[in-house]
Nanobody, 124 residues
Framework: QVQLVESGGGLVQAGGSLRLSCAVSGRTSSNYAMGWFRQALGKEREFVAAITWSGGRTYYADSVKGRFTISRDNAESTVYLQMNSLKPEDTAVYYC?????????????????WGQGTQVTVSS
């Protein structure tokens, strides 16, 4: 079992920054990749970014590339999402997820465990 707890969401003006954190506990040794997804009201959950737990390889959605940075601290078992130059269209509930097997990291169905989500609201 893996438990995930997100934090760091909030309200920010367009152009501002936020850093989301995802505390990982449980059987972290079985993690293959960690991902961030988001879901805006009335829309499907979409991929934002992912990072492999051991090698640190990163992946980004085109919509956030160059603005968001995913990182992990294995010693602290925490994954971060630094979000800069935020736009109103980034408004969504952001979810942290864990995958315990090698897979296509952009697909939500490939993740075994999910956090409860944290709201990010960007005002114009």
């Amino acid at each position: 079992q893996v438990q995930l707890v997100e934090s760091g969401g909030g309200l920010v003006q367009a152009g501002g920054s936020l850093r989301l954190s995802c505390a990982v506990s449980g059987r972290t040794s079985s993690n293959y990749a960690m991902g961030w997804f988001r879901q805006a009201l009335g829309k499907e959950r979409e991929f934002v970014a992912a990072i492999t737990w051991s090698g640190g390889r990163t992946y980004y959605a085109d919509s956030v590339k160059g603005r968001f940075t995913i990182s992990r601290d294995n010693a602290e078992s925490t994954v971060y999402l630094q979000m800069n130059s935020l736009k109103p269209e980034d408004t969504a509930v952001y979810y942290c997820a864990s995958s315990t097997f090698p897979s296509i990291v952009r697909i939500p169905g490939n993740y075994n465990y999910w956090g409860q989500g944290t709201q990010v609201t960007v005002s114009s």
